[in-house]
T-cell receptor
Framework: ETGVTQTPRHLVMGMTNKKSLKCEQH?????MYWYKQSAKKPLELMFV???????ENNSVPSRFSPECPNSSHLFLHLHTLQPEDSALYLC??????????????????FGAGTRLSVL | AQKVTQAQTEISVVEKEDVTLDCVYE???????LFWYKQPPSGELVFLIR??????QNEISGRYSWNFQKSTSSFNFTITASQVVDSAVYFC????????????FGTGTRLKVLA
């Protein structure tokens, strides 16, 4: 139990579907992240939220839409995805990203991921 | 640019053998942090260790040990007397302090420990 819970664990969707991934953290953190993990590729940072504000969008296509209603919850809304979007989507959280000295020390805690298959 | 290289894609060992996972990093910063994470089949990345660039002392935690050498830009991870439960993908990561908090991950090393 890492304190970061992702649902669903598995998702199969067609290219015309709309679905959402959910992430919830119980660690009292204020920063949350979405990563994409594809086979044989490094983890790709997608989005970062700090105190509910998006601070990073790593050139992610608009068919991925994040939402962070509060510091404990993070969603990734999916629509009209492509087969190449099939991957493991990981959520992580860390202490808030404030002063520069703290940023680099932050340990990110990960959820178990959602395995997404786009048909 | 920052980069982390884990040249070993997959390693197989027999239980009780020692195994070392290599990590080589590139950064122009003098202050940075290095991490190791374990990803078991269940999927979540589990934090193992964080090391800052000013602390070159090797660290041991049970069967795990880490060798940090700035001269060769390496941060290698050794598992002593490996066990089947050690089977996982292991990731090395780097954060620099040049104004970004991004983790730069390596591609991971898949370790298979055979009974």
């Amino acid at each position: 139990e890492t304190g970061v819970t992702q649902t669903p664990r598995h998702l199969v969707m067609g290219m015309t579907n709309k679905k959402s991934l959910k992430c919830e953290q119980h660690l009292g953190h204020n920063a949350m992240y979405w990563y994409k993990q594809s086979a044989k590729k490094p983890l790709e940072l997608m989005f970062v939220y700090n105190f509910k504000e998006q601070t990073e969008n790593n050139s992610v296509p608009s068919r991925f839409s994040p939402e962070c209603p509060n510091s404990s919850h993070l969603f990734l809304h999916l629509h009209t995805l492509q087969p190449e979007d099939s991957a493991l989507y990981l959520c992580a959280s860390s202490q808030d990203l404030t002063s520069g000295g703290i940023k680099a020390k932050n340990i990110q805690y990960f959820g178990a991921g959602t395995r997404l298959s786009v048909l | 640019a920052q980069k982390v290289t884990q040249a070993q894609t997959e390693i197989s060992v027999v239980e009780k053998e020692d195994v070392t996972l290599d990590c080589v990093y590139e950064t122009r910063d003098t202050t940075y942090y290095l991490f190791w994470y374990k990803q078991p089949p269940s999927g979540e990345l589990v934090f193992l260790i964080r090391r800052n660039s000013f602390d070159e002392q090797n660290e041991i935690s049970g069967r795990y040990s880490w060798n940090f050498q700035k001269s060769t830009s390496s941060f290698n991870f050794t598992i002593t007397a490996s066990q089947v439960v050690d089977s996982a993908v292991y990731f090395c990561a780097l954060i620099d302090t040049s104004g970004t908090y991004k983790y730069i991950f390596g591609t991971g090393t898949r370790l298979k420990v055979l009974a």
